[in-house]
């Protein structure tokens, strides 16, 4: 990773330190399905667009998947579609 | 895959440099000795954290090169004249210094011997590093999956893990790939181009096979594999890939 070229995003997968902070689990291998075209795919398979902060959006169709907002003292998060989980508890 | 995975606070550590390997005139390997490495998945990453004297930070990811039982970690950074964190990592950095780093992350780009194959990993310049992962794990495990690796560089000093990739074809169930893009030396039977479909089609293995697939490299040469590997009948949920980003180096 690290490189000159200037297209404008990457993968989830890139992404992933920050999801890590947000969702306090290493979260790229979970499936999302996209609340807009139905498409399942590995949050780490999204796209992923950098600016103040990281818009994930749907491989198949681009609707927004996450928003965070990374401001000096905390991360602001709105999720979107379904986002399914398996933790272990405890 | 399974989405089964630890939760754990993601924090910064402090990693010491061990050792430093110049792999080309253009990258160099970072050693680093971790305390308290959580241990990691071939093909993950870790974010990396400079900070400057009045207190301006700047990250970048990378790739790690080493395998999960190789106790340290190492990572291959490509230097970037104009980049902000490679001409510091590939040029400043000595060993004795400390680095700070967060990881390992990234498990959708990641593969274990227990995944199974065949494996097909396909790497454009620096994007060998993950691969490479995969390989040593691969290696260290005493596996035999079939496994087909098409690694593309623009000259043959450019290529990275030269001398260990010939060790490692040697052994049972890999197939070292070479394509030289610019230039080549004389008598190099290797491919001579880009990566294109009928080259994926020759290196295979074919779709009906489901071969676990990834991808690394500069976004245009990712997004060129992974078009190809479409055409050719690949699930694209069997296809990983990781796009080098916009970051400045």
């Known amino acids: 990773m690290g490189s000159e070229d200037r297209a404008n995003w990457l993968d989830g997968n890139g992404v992933a330190g920050l999801l890590a902070e947000v969702f306090g689990a290493e979260v790229t291998a979970v499936v999302r399905g996209c609340g807009s075209c139905g498409a399942e795919a590995a949050v780490g398979a999204h796209r992923a667009y950098r600016g103040a902060g990281v818009v994930l959006r749907c491989p198949a169709c681009g609707d927004v998947a996450i928003l965070i907002a990374q401001l000096p003292d905390r991360n602001v998060v709105q999720v979107r579609g379904v986002w399914a989980f398996e933790l272990p508890r405890g | ?249």
């Open chain 2, 1 to 249: 895959m399974s989405a089964l995975l630890a939760p754990r606070r993601i924090a910064w550590r402090v990693g010491t440099v061990a050792e430093l390997v110049e792999e080309t005139a253009g990258a160099v390997t970072i050693v680093l000795d971790v305390p308290d490495w959580p241990g990691h998945v071939a093909g993950q990453h870790v974010d990396v954290r400079l900070t400057a004297p009045d207190g301006y930070q700047a990250q970048r990811s990378y790739s790690i090169a080493s395998g999960p039982e190789d106790g340290r970690i190492a990572l291959t950074v490509e230097r970037l004249d104009d980049g902000e964190v490679s001409p510091y990592l590939a040029g400043v950095l000595e060993s004795g210094d400390e680095l700070e780093l967060r990881g390992p992350i990234g498990s959708h780009f990641s593969w274990r011997v227990e995944d199974g194959g065949p494996l097909l990993l396909v790497g454009g310049g620096s994007g060998l590093v993950p691969l490479m992962s995969m390989l040593r794990h691969r290696a260290a495990r005493g596996s035999d999956v079939e496994t087909r690796l098409l690694v593309s560089a623009r000259r043959l000093e450019d290529l990275i893990y030269r001398a260990e990739l010939e060790t490692l074809a040697a052994g049972p169930g890999l197939a070292v790939h070479r394509t030289l893009t610019r230039e080549r030396p004389a008598g190099w039977d290797g491919h001579d181009r880009r990566v294109d479909r009928e080259m994926l089609e020759a290196v295979g293995p074919a779709p009906a096979e489901r071969p676990h697939v990834f991808v690394c490299g500069p976004t245009g040469f990712v997004e060129q594999v992974a078009d190809s590997l479409a055409e050719i009948g690949h699930a694209p949920d069997a296809i990983h890939a990781e796009r080098f980003g916009p970051t400045g180096g």
